[in-house]
């Protein structure tokens, strides 16, 4: 059931709209390109760093790769025939968005090192304040400011200690050498198995520390050849055929039946991470270390052709016991054992409920986004927020995450957007923002929903918030791309 939106009568068309995109990763080069190609020519993309490409920016460790297949991770508009791998590194995913941005001239839009500080709404526009001082005014924000942007840096004492190097896997150090080293990572999510399979066979020791054991599922990362490149040039429809047999494997044997924990094809995914397992490592006592004791896919389920050969190499060793402190020549564990190192990495994630934070955002009610997430972040549709009008987020709180392209969620979301940036334009109104009881009636079949997810069968995960409920998008993914394609504007307030 939907209330009918306050609105005022319909003023005239509006064609002097201005935008403000904050963020020129993934989404903000999408959304840079999208006003454009909908006729608004009047936006300003502010970045905090000195380049664009967000995640594939900050992330720069030794193995980085995606773990969606190139041709679907790009978006659907600008295929990408030159591509060197069904899961193509990180460096190369990178130069990928660069070239796409200049080819549609979004870098002319830009502005780097302004770090957006402060977004309030006054007088019916959002005025924002960036790290040098600057000021801008604007009718709408997008905030393309991502997920896993802000490392988690774990609680462990000693941290400053440790007389070898240590730095997060999202802040690699290049300066410092690692052949020969020894190399201790903490963490085991997916950042850390590249990094173990990547840097074992370059340093004298590597040392992975475990607190969770995760399943691993296995994967095949063909190179692709000359000819196979030259056929996705000359016949682009060969890449659209490989994007949509992987979107719907996708979403059919992967994303629609995470939210069924009894979902069979769950069960036909835990056996295969765990022939994976059985097969591949030898050693008894190893096998039972790396062994989960939930269900695989309760965590973001890991993908790699060569973690379980990486972890046997005769210089690598898994530890589990858990870290008591750091001291001036490595990681004491709590068994009393000293784990001499020379070089330490946390690849110990993100903070992944902050998304527009640290940046102060005050909407209509004078309330900030801080005080109205104070039990945690929620977004109608994981877009709009109540009292926070013509604000909207990409991939913010409450939506798809997990082993598909968030390139596609995007797209997806913005393509919402624009039909809600539309009530404006048209002057059906001036302002629009989800309405309370939209939100509510949402929340409240999301959180429902989310209890019979297999994210909440049993394990810890960044998907769980403080109460332990999952907080990703918990309907299928089928259903997402059905709410994007039309707003329901009763559930919208408008004025």
């Known amino acids: 059931m939907t209330t009918e939106p306050t609105s005022t009568p319909a003023a005239a068309p509006r064609n002097d709209l201005r935008f403000i995109v904050i963020g020129a990763g993934m989404s903000g080069i999408l959304s840079a390109i999208k006003l454009k190609q909908a006729g608004f020519d009047d936006f300003a993309v502010y970045e905090k760093a000195d380049r664009l490409g967000g995640t594939w920016r900050e992330n720069t460790y030794p193995g980085i790769a995606c773990d969606v297949p190139s041709h679907f991770y790009s978006y659907s508009f600008a295929p990408n025939p030159d591509w060197s791998h069904r899961f193509s590194p990180g460096a190369e995913i990178h130069a990928y968005f660069e070239a796409v941005a200049h080819r549609y001239g979004v870098h002319e839009r830009i502005q780097f090192g302004k770090e957006v ?38 609680d462990i004492e000693g941290l400053d200690d440790f007389e070898g190097a240590l730095f997060h896997s999202a802040r690699w150090d290049h300066d410092v050498p690692v052949a020969g080293k020894r190399v201790g990572v903490v963490g085991t999510g997916s950042s850390a198995i590249q990094i173990v399979s990547a840097l074992v066979d370059r340093v004298e020791e590597l040392t992975l520390f475990q607190r969770t054991a995760q399943w691993i599922t296995p994967i095949e990362n063909p190179a692709y050849s000359d000819t196979e490149k030259a056929e996705f040039q000359e016949h682009p429809e060969a890449m659209q055929t490989i994007r949509d047999a992987v979107a719907r494997a996708f979403t059919d044997g992967f994303a629609n039946v995470l939210v069924d924990a009894d979902s069979p094809m769950l069960q036909v995914i835990h056996d295969s991470c765990l022939a994976n397992l059985e097969n591949n490592v030898k050693d008894p006592e190893l096998r039972e270390k790396l062994r989960p004791d939930y269900r695989a896919t309760c965590k973001r389920l890991i993908m790699s052709e060569d973690f379980y050969d990486a972890i046997q190499r005769p210089n690598a060793k898994l530890v589990t016991e858990g870290i008591e402190r750091l001291e001036k020549s490595g990681v004491r564990t709590r068994d009393g054992r000293l784990h001499e190192l020379d070089v330490l990495v946390l690849a110990t994630g993100f903070r992944v409920e902050d998304f527009v934070r640290p940046m102060r955002v005050i909407g209509r009610s004078g309330a900030s986004m801080d005080e109205v997430w104070k039990d945690g972040p929620f977004a109608h549709l994981a877009i709009s927020v109540p009292d926070f009008p013509n604000f909207f987020m990409l991939n913010g709180p409450n939506g798809p995450v997990g082993n598909f392209s968030l390139i596609e969620v995007a797209e997806l979301q913005f393509g919402y957007i624009l039909q809600l940036v539309e009530q404006v334009r048209s002057g059906a109104c001036d302002e629009i923002c989800a309405s309370q009881e939209a939100m509510q009636r949402f929340d409240a079949e999301r959180r429902e929903a989310a209890k019979k997810t297999i994210w909440a069968s049993g394990c810890k995960s960044w998907y769980l918030d403080a109460d332990g409920l999952p907080t990703a998008w918990p309907f299928t993914f089928d259903r997402f791309r059905e709410e994007m394609s039309k707003p329901q504007l009763g559930d919208f307030e408008r004025r």
């Open 117 to 154: 500080t402060r977004c309030a709404f006054e007088d019916g526009r959002w005025r924002i304040e960036t790290s040098d001082g600057a000021t801008d005014v604007a009718d709408f924000v997008i905030a393309a400011t991502g997920v896993l942007h802000h490392p988690a840096i774990p």
